[in-house]
T-cell receptor, first 113, second 116 residues
């Protein structure tokens, strides 16, 4: 069985602060994919990144960066110099055999001006 | 990135009514999914389809039904809406380029359903 845990339910920061969202996953498969999605107040889920289990390189995209550590089964997400527009719910997700996506419970990020 | 559409965006309806939530995608994706999202944020897969005439129930039991007569269209129907069906419903689609674990799911804007 697969499981994704996002221990932080809500994080509140002041604009320009960095914020790191934790994601811990469980799977018995050796091949799997990890994802992060953003859900702004408008409701749609926006795809941010996909990482496969064989690629442990960290990735940076603008103010976003991701730290994948297979040894600790974690795939953490950092927003650098947060902005009010970053306020949203962020979901970590895992997909391995069977093609179904398992989501974490989500972390609500509130960036105050 | 997929173009995926859902209508209506918001629906308020009385108990006992039959409703259909529409989902369409224009990318020719084989796989489509319906998720139900609680007010507390958690997402639950309720239906999925791997192609025309293929539909399966997801992890969360749902009284809704789906059909997949055309690749681009995956409507969800509730025969008799109840207040317990009040939720956000998100549709997604994905393409399998060859490996069973590489496709990314792209989501529509969601339908926020309120049953009075």
């Amino acid at each position: 069985a697969q499981k994704v845990t996002q221990a932080q339910t809500e994080i509140s920061v002041v604009e320009k602060e960095d914020v790191t969202l934790d994601c811990v996953y469980e799977t018995r498969d050796t091949t799997y994919y990890l994802f992060w999605y953003k859900q702004p107040p408008s409701g749609e889920l926006v795809f941010l990144i996909r990482r496969n289990s064989f690629d442990e390189q960290n990735e940076i995209s603008g103010r976003y960066s991701w730290n994948f550590q297979k040894s600790t089964s974690s795939f953490n997400f950092t927003i650098t110099a947060s902005q009010v527009v970053d306020s949203a719910v962020y979901f970590c997700a895992l997909r391995s055999a069977g093609n179904k996506l398992t989501f974490g419970g989500g972390t609500r990020v509130l960036v105050k001006p | 990135e997929a173009d995926i559409y859902q209508t209506p965006r918001y629906l308020v309806i009385g108990t006992g009514k039959k409703i259909t939530l529409e989902c369409s995608q224009t990318m020719g994706h084989d796989k489509m999914y319906w998720y139900q999202q609680d007010p507390g944020m958690e997402l639950h897969l309720i239906h999925y389809s791997y192609g025309v005439n293929s539909t399966e129930k997801g992890d969360l039991s749902s009284e809704s039904t789906v059909s997949r007569i055309r690749t681009e269209h995956f409507p969800l129907t509730l025969e008799s809406a109840r207040p317990s069906h009040t939720s956000q419903y998100l549709c997604a689609s994905s393409e399998q380029p060859g490996s069973p674990s590489t496709d990314t799911q792209y989501f529509g804007p969601g339908t926020r359903l309120t049953v009075l």
